[in-house]
């Protein structure tokens, strides 16, 4: 019994956090006790991951619209994912730190396709699908080599700003949110934020710190047009009953 609670500690405890823990009853380690959180916080946001991006995916095919949904953004956005997920996944980090990614890369890719498809180019759609499984699996088959995924992570830093920042000039520009769903926006806001702490702790990645760091401010900027423009369609619709 004693050995299979120890194998099943190992789920979210690294072995000297195991030993500390359940030999040595040292249930204030410092160093475990972050560890732990960690690790804790990762397997939540994979929990939330698999449902952040559905409610945008059920507002678009409701609504059978795109509208206001920046198509270059959400691939900006798909790229940045799968290269985080491909790098993670060939430099071996721990699942917690990066497992979101799976999830929310398919739901990125649904976005993309949906918006395509309701946007009328639905040929486009499915040329894109096809090309995007292709590059997924040469990028996590070991034919791509290293430095070239490490490179692309690189390069979410200012993809990741680039995304975010296009989708909010939209906002602007439209004077609303279109078919963002508050929901996923809000998810993405806080799920990046406690990346932030993860990341440090699981994997030391600088790349990856820096990425998480500017999406956190990048969605909260999203954030931020979520609620002056809920605002602003409140104040319109007290108005017009106030006329009538």
């Not at 949904?69 to 959400?74: E, G, L």
């Not at 980090?93 to 993309?112: E, K, M, Y």
Request: aromatic residues 12%; proline residues 2%; contains cysteine.
């Amino acid at each position: 019994m004693a050995q299979f609670i120890k194998k099943a500690a190992l789920l979210l405890f690294t072995q000297e956090c195991t030993r500390e823990y359940l030999d040595k009853f040292n249930f204030f380690h410092v160093a475990c006790f972050k560890a732990t959180l960690s690790k804790l916080l990762g397997v939540t946001i994979i929990g939330g991951s698999l449902l952040v991006k559905v409610p945008q995916i059920v507002k678009i095919l409701k609504n059978k619209s795109g509208e206001g949904i920046n198509v270059f953004s959400v691939l900006l956005d798909l790229f940045a994912i799968t290269a985080m997920l491909s790098y993670s996944f060939m430099r071996g980090f721990p699942f917690s730190a990066w497992g979101d990614a799976v999830f929310l890369g398919i739901q990125t890719l649904i976005i993309a396709v949906l918006v395509m498809h309701y946007n009328g180019d639905t040929a486009k759609a499915t040329a894109f699908l096809s090309a995007y499984l292709a590059v997924l699996f040469t990028a996590n088959s070991g034919l791509t080599p290293i430095h070239i995924l490490w490179a692309c992570q690189a390069m979410n830093i200012p993809i990741v700003l680039i995304s975010k920042f296009s989708q909010a000039y939209t906002n602007y520009s439209n004077g609303h949110t279109g078919q963002l769903s508050a929901a996923t926006c809000f998810m993405l806001f806080f799920g990046s934020f406690v990346r932030i702490f993860t990341s440090i702790q699981e994997t030391g990645d600088a790349a990856m710190i820096t990425m998480y760091m500017c999406s956190t401010l990048a969605n909260g900027v999203i954030v931020a047009q979520l609620l002056h423009y809920w605002n602003v369609g409140v104040k319109s619709k007290e108005k017009i009953k106030k006329k009538e």
